[in-house]
């Protein structure tokens, strides 16, 4: 997978680019790569999408030392490269906290955005005084590595991939590089207000997957239901997946992402595509 860069005032996005068709741009979850879409990326190009993978904000190749890693930080830099791109309206998939900056990118450009898929979409709520000081302490050198190494294998409860062990290596190699455990910690406590309050202003067609099973959640299908009526979109639970159902269970996550994507013709209903 080679890595193409787009440079911006106050950094450099890495991203990946493949194949041709329709724009699908897709944003990882805070502490993690854009190979997170490995799997969701072959499923769509062989269904002749284009898709582009970057890396957040102090992640993967993407350059550290940002001032802004909130939602609204990663929004902007997704319609940057959307723009850069020259070939949107984009479809944008995002995870975790990278759904709230897909949020953020759809309600201040809808002119770019075509559609939305939000997986397990941390959209609102901010850590009180307290968590981020515990927060700051357990992802503290010299151990923070190895502690988010153990917190990222509690989210995928039913099972791991097949290159589990490569690709945990190369996460945790890479947050291991200096800057990137720091910008982890950022991304955690920074405040997704920018994407709670822009909820019902989204007006593009949205899915969100939420895994049945997903321990940052009290109770996911009540938080994918919420998310979905605040934004007027359809989900899908994925019955025994964690965060990453696309990454879990990708033979079920995937097709159902390529059939809403089918449904953005201009000849069918959008509203009928919501249901």
């Not at 898709?51 to 890693?69: C, F, I, L, N, P």
């Not at 830099?77 to 990118?105: C, E, K, N, Y």
Request: hydrophobic share 45%.
């Amino acid at each position: 997978m080679s890595t193409e860069f787009l440079q911006i005032p106050e950094g450099k996005i890495a991203y990946s680019d493949q194949g041709t068709g329709p724009l699908v741009v897709c944003v990882p979850g805070m502490g993690d790569l854009r190979g997170e879409y490995r799997f969701l990326t072959l499923q769509l190009l062989s269904e002749g999408f284009r898709v582009v993978a970057m890396d957040t904000r102090g992640h993967g190749e993407t350059s550290v030392g940002w001032k802004d890693y909130s939602v609204a930080g990663v929004g902007s830099d997704t319609l940057a490269l959307i723009r850069s791109l020259g070939a949107g309206p984009a479809v944008v998939v995002g995870t975790s906290m990278a759904a709230g900056a897909a949020v953020w990118a759809a309600a201040e450009a809808p002119d770019l955005v075509r559609a939305l898929v939000l997986i397990d979409p941390a959209v609102h709520g901010d850590p009180d005084w307290l968590t981020r000081g515990l927060l700051a302490g357990f992802f503290a050198r010299p151990w923070g590595t190895a502690a988010w190494m153990w917190y990222y294998a509690k989210l995928f409860p039913g099972r791991k991939p097949a290159d589990w062990v490569e690709y945990t290596a190369a996460l945790k190699s890479n947050l291991a590089q200096p800057g990137r455990l720091e910008s982890l910690r950022s991304m955690m406590v920074a405040s997704k207000a920018a994407s709670a309050s822009r909820l019902e202003k989204v007006t593009v067609p949205t899915l969100i997957l939420m895994g049945s099973k997903d321990p940052d959640f009290k109770d996911p299908e009540s938080e994918a239901q919420w998310v979905a009526g605040q934004v007027k979109g359809a989900y899908h639970i994925i019955a025994g997946a964690g965060h990453y159902p696309h990454v879990e269970m990708p033979e079920i996550a995937g097709p159902k992402i390529v059939a809403f994507l089918k449904t953005l013709q201009p000849e069918v209903n959008l509203e009928s595509a919501r249901d």
